[in-house]
């Protein structure tokens, strides 16, 4: 039975823990690492002070097979990765000439002086295997210290990302006799909120341990994360489908896709099936729900526009809404809700017309509170659904819900051969 | 002399670990209390796992005051924040009747079932201070075990934000007696590269200690970061007040507003006080420029609305343009661009109007190569600009682009009076 090799990732870098920057690094070769069967158990951040690296180190040292640091291997004072490892492990830097050479060849090639802080750049521990830096000029190094791998590589994306595909990954498979794969797929649905889903699928969810079964909440939607592991990519597919098919036995009329598939994804594929063309008219969503479309692609085969009616006067104007009707009822209103779809439909000649009006706040609107909701779906000489609905939250969180909801109805709608 | 508090960030979530999310919740947290004084020492991410998350709270306890948790206090079985400090402590949960009222409250208001997960969410430790969530179910916790200061949060970025900006930072700031302040402010540019900006400002970026002045770039603008350290706030200020008149001396026609003011609030500004409307016809930004306007809650005293015009059809029939003009010069032409502004600005009775045509890719349209973009703007019986660009970059990047574009045309046509 393979061995199980638990790996930790640290930041080195003050600039981590003011919040200038996230530790997208830590993200990145985390990513990498799953797809390549090995577990990620820890992250840590730690600034530019040698006792606290130092403690870092310690630290991951006496629970962690590999750890890889990223970060403090620039040429200046406060870059102190290579000093702390060095007071850990009494290992002595020295300076390798090849490496300075390389620094050298870096700085005349760029018109630049090496100066005498570029020298530290060149020290490294004496066992050490160097990794090339194709990019900058610190060199990354990986040392084995009493049964942990610690792998150093610079802070830079660019320089890290370049040493750990064209080095570390490879390094690692051959050394450790890689052969579990990872997989995982995000399965997505929408209609159902987390709790009621995780009821519904509780005996598989909590007896899985490969492959393993995590719901996943996000605004207005639902995510089910399945993560297989195997011998080969083949079999850890084949593992994750037929979960997949358990999932969906129970829960399936509220899935929609996986992975890259957005619930706008999945809209337009249906009308593209369908061959149904669409439009909008959007009062509270100003554009937003026009945006969610136009951002894919393969719009331009179904979407025929939207009218964004901020006003009463483009209501009117360019849709035709009678004024009396808004005298009546009101701009947010079932009755404009309905007469907005129908209009837009009409006049861009549409299939399907979808309408959003509401108030999104911060103040009421004609007595309204803000996250009140109508949205219409119209078709073919008539209004098949309008709903009213009231979403908590700001301005522009109401706008985005109302979207998404518009969204799920039409997603719905066309999978049942309602539209 | 004031006591110096050291904090620590810990994220609970095997998607960290496994690379799916950036640990942006650190990042966010780092950035606010730096603004209130406090020094982060260390972040640490742990997976969803009982005995780890409780050695992590362990190394924390031992090394700082202040520690804040994100993540894993949802309603499933392997949210185990709580779980792994009653282990730790020796504490006991018990269930807070009043947090499971606000819970079954949450259910009913969006019309949804509670089920016997969500009780789970009401368990609290006896001596804690809860923190009311305004937005999701999981209350937040603050409790004390010998000498550190646990605050516990959810994972999800909007509720976590919402306590910390409602609660927990005037919750410091009053039991510890904060008394240094950092102030910062971004002074924000458009219409010049970082470069440029940083090239004629180099001696006030290079001398500076406190404030400092650091030059940051983003998608088409630039802003100027300017922060300073005092013992009152008002003392910050004027001290930024003054480094900002000197920035400003310099550059300042590129200069358009600070902190939260975006180039479209500052458009929004200004057609405001010139008490002038504004309407958009949108092809290839497909309602983005109109979302821009409408997520500002001001948008409706001037903003009428947009003609999202995705399809030749409705380029006819709802802008009333010519077939004929349309067929001789394309879509993506300066002469369909002037056409669109034309149109849209007298069909929704505007004073002013701006539009966009051109190709956000991935293909090729009209023969011409993605990136490529029209923008007119007319007023009162005049086009006033057409103007074409090329932009660089995937489809979303080129709208994005092209609206932010379009902003800085109007900002500076507003300013200089010629609108």
Known sequence: MEKTYKAEIIGVGTELLLGQIANTNAQWISDKLADIGLSVYYHQVVGDNLARVERCFDEAKGRSDIVFVTGGLGPTEDDLTREAFASLTGELLELNEDVLT???????KNNRQVTANNRKQAMVFPDATIIDNHIGTAPGMIVSYEQTMFIFMPGVPREMKQMMTEFVIPYLKDQLSLEEVISSRMLRFIGIGEAQLETKIQSIVSDQVNP????????????????????????ANQMIEQKQQEVLAIVGSYYYGYDDVSIETAVL???????????AAESLTGGLFADALVSLSGASQVFQGSVVSYSEHVKQA??????????????VSKACAKAMAEQVAKTMRADIAISFTGVAGPNALEGQPPGTVYISIYQANSVIITEKYHFYGDRN?????????????LYYL????KL
């Open 269 to 279: 594929n249906l009308l593209i099936e369908k061959k149904q063309t669409l439009a």
């Open 212 to 235: 393993t079964v995590a719901p996943l909440a996000s605004d207005g939607e639902v995510a089910v994360r399945i993560t297989a592991k195997a011998n080969t990519a083949d079999q």
């Open 102 to 108: 390389t620094i050298h060849h870096y700085f005349s």
């Open 414 to 417: 066309l999978k049942n051969n």
């Open 318 to 331: 360019v849709l035709n809404i009678p004024r009396e009707l808004l005298v009546t009822n009101g701009t």
């Open 397 to 409: 969180y109401v706008r985005k819900r109302s979207v998404k909801k518009g969204l799920e109805l």
